[in-house]
C-alpha cells in the first residue's frame, strides 16, 4: 500500500477523534464565515453544505483579505482553517478580520496560526498532525462541523460523526464497493483528462474535491461542472473537436439523493448528446442517512481513485513539487 493509500485509509480514526473532542466555548452565531486554503479550505465547503439546509449560512473565503463590507456589518463568527497553520492567504484574512474586530475561531496543527490564536486568546481546535493537508479531511472537516456545533450553528453532530466513522471504515479497504468502482475509474481515466460532473449542492461541493484530488495526486489537470448551469454552456462545448475530446478526457458524474428530479433527467439527456464526443466513464451516487455521511461517501471514492490513478501513471501522490516551488519563488520576491 503506498503512502498516500495509508494516510487515506486514517480517515475513520479522524473522524472518531472529531467525535470525541472537547470543543471550546465560542458562544452563539448564527452565521459562519471560513476562511481556508486547499485542502482545509475544502471543509469549509462541506461544512456549508451540511449548515445551509438547518438555516446557517457558512461562507467560504479562499484568499487574502480584506474583509467582505457585508461580514463588518453582519459580523459572524469567523473560522481559519489551516492544517499547517501556515497558509499565506489565510493568515492574512484572519488577521483582518481580527482588526476589523470579528469573533475567531481558528483549526490547525500549530504555526503561525496557533501563535496568533494563542497571543490573542481566540478560541482554537488543536489538529493532529502527520498527514498531507489533503488525506486531513476527516479533522478539518469533522473539527470544523464540531466547532459550527459549539457555535450553536448545527445541531449536535454526534450521530453523523459515528455513521461516517462506520461507512469510512468499511469503505477504504480493498474489499469494500468504493474500491472496487474507484479501480475501474481510474482504469477508464487512465491517459485522460477527468472532468467531475456534480449534480447539486452535495455532490457539486464533492465534484470540486475530486478535481483537486486528481490534481495533487495524479498530478494531471482536470476541471469540474455543476448541473443544471453546465447545460447553459459546457454542454455546447463538445462540438468543434470530437475526435480530439473523445480520445483524451473523460466525465465522471456524481450524484446524491437530494438532487433535483430535473437534473436527474438532464444527466440522461446530457450524456446521451454528448457521449459521441467524450466518454462518461462512471457514475457514483451517494449512500447514507446524514448529510455528512453522504459526502464522506463520494469523497471517499475520488481519493482513492485519485491515489490509483496515480499509480497507474507511475507518479508518487505524496510530493506536491511545484507548489512548494511556488512557495519557495514567493518567498524570495
Known amino acids: 500500500m503506498s503512502e498516500m493509500m495509508e494516510q487515506l485509509a486514517t480517515l475513520g480514526d479522524q473522524f472518531r477523534w472529531a467525535a470525541d473532542l472537547e470543543v471550546p466555548h465560542i458562544g452563539t452565531h448564527s452565521e459562519v464565515l471560513f476562511a481556508g486554503m486547499g485542502g482545509s479550505g475544502i471543509a469549509g465547503d462541506y461544512v456549508a453544505a451540511i449548515a445551509g439546509p438547518v438555516g446557517t449560512r457558512v461562507s467560504v473565503h479562499k484568499g487574502y483579505g480584506p474583509v467582505p463590507a457585508w461580514a463588518i456589518r453582519q459580523r459572524p463568527l469567523v473560522i481559519a482553517a489551516s492544517y499547517s497553520g501556515n497558509t499565506e492567504e489565510t493568515i492574512d484574512f484572519v488577521t483582518a478580520a481580527w482588526e476589523s474586530g470579528l469573533p475567531v475561531a481558528t483549526l490547525s496543527t500549530g504555526g503561525r496560526l496557533a501563535e496568533l490564536s494563542a497571543s490573542n486568546g481566540w478560541a482554537t481546535v488543536a489538529v493532529p498532525a502527520g498527514l498531507q493537508p489533503r488525506a486531513a479531511a476527516g479533522y478539518m472537516v469533522g473539527g470544523a462541523l464540531r466547532l459550527l456545533e ?3 450553528s448545527v445541531d449536535d453532530q454526534r450521530l453523523a460523526l459515528v455513521e461516517a466513522i462506520e461507512l469510512a471504515e468499511a469503505e477504504v479497504h480493498e474489499d469494500s464497493n468504493s474500491y472496487r468502482q474507484a479501480a475501474e475509474i481510474a482504469e477508464r481515466l487512465e491517459g485522460r483528462i477527468p472532468i467531475i460532473y456534480g449534480s447539486g449542492p452535495i455532490s457539486g461541493t464533492v465534484a470540486q474535491r475530486w478535481k483537486t484530488q486528481i490534481n495533487e ?6 476541471w469540474y461542472s455543476l448541473l443544471p448551469e453546465l447545460d447553459h454552456n ?21 450524484t446524491d439523493q437530494t438532487d433535483h428530479d430535473r437534473v436527474g433527467k438532464r444527466i440522461d439527456i446530457t450524456r446521451n448528446l454528448t457521449n459521441e464526443a467524450v466518454p462518461w466513464v462512471g457514475e457514483v451516487s451517494s449512500v447514507g442517512n446524514f448529510t455528512l455521511t453522504r459526502l464522506v461517501s463520494l469523497t471517499i471514492v475520488g481519493d482513492l481513485m485519485s491515489a490509483m490513478l496515480a499509480d497507474r501513471l507511475g507518479v508518487d501522490p505524496v510530493p506536491v513539487v511545484t507548489i512548494e516551488k511556488l512557495k519557495k519563488l514567493l518567498v524570495e520576491d
Do not use: F, Q, R
Not at 495526486?217 to 482536470?222: F, G, I, L, Q, T
Open 150 to 152: 459549539a457555535s450553536h
Open 217 to 222: 495526486n495524479a498530478k494531471v489537470p482536470s
Open 234 to 254: 459546457e454542454i455546447t462545448g463538445w462540438e468543434t473537436m470530437p475526435d480530439v475530446t473523445k480520445e483524451h478526457l473523460g466525465v465522471v458524474v456524481l
